[in-house]
């Protein structure tokens, strides 16, 4: 068995050396799968980090980068800055989530919806920071709509790598 994963291996590098299509999609499908997976840690990791009350100190969406001529042009970002005690150390953080976003005017919606994805009660919000390293901290923790986004990173493209190639 290892000799056919072997051979099958320098089959595809190869046929990338070729400059073929199933070699390059092979090595790409690889590369989603890394990707894919290093996600889908990252977030089952940062669902399971223990939870502190902190305080919000700014919330807001801005404007990324100087003004554009054209409104619908523009890209903005949501901001925040909140302060949360571990074990008797104070911490400040920016992080929002374990993703970034910046979109555009028109669908500056998205942002202001991850903020309303704060856990907020009685003028404290819900910090989510790392048991090993409390400096590192998010506001809003990876759902499962997050996680399966994460599997689709390298379900899809080995499906198609699949269909294409192989029936």
């Not at 092979?26 to 223990?50: E, M, N, Q, S």
């Not at 042009?73 to 911490?91: D, I, P, S, T, W």
């Not at 506001?139 to 029936?167: E, K």
Request: proline share 5%; hydrophobic share 45%.
């Amino acid at each position: 068995m290892l000799e056919a994963v072997f051979s099958y291996f320098t089959t595809m590098i190869k046929l990338t050396q070729a400059g073929d299509l199933q070699g390059i999609a092979f090595w790409a499908v690889i590369y989603c799968w890394v990707i894919g997976w290093a996600t889908v840690l990252i977030y089952w990791r940062v669902r399971h980090w223990p939870t502190v009350w902190g305080h919000l100190l700014d919330c807001s969406v801005r404007p990324l980068g100087g003004p554009e001529p054209v409104l619908s042009e523009q890209n903005y970002m949501a901001k925040v800055l909140y302060r949360y005690a571990v074990a008797g150390h104070e911490y400040q953080s920016q992080r929002i989530a374990p993703w970034q976003i910046s979109a555009s005017h028109n669908l500056r919606g998205l942002l202001h919806g991850q903020l309303r994805g704060i856990t907020q009660q009685s003028g404290r919000v819900r910090v989510y920071y790392s048991p090993t390293c409390p400096e590192k901290s998010y506001l809003v923790r990876p759902g499962w709509l997050s996680l399966s986004i994460a599997h689709l990173i390298y379900i899809l493209p080995t499906w198609w790598f699949v269909m294409r190639f192989y029936l």
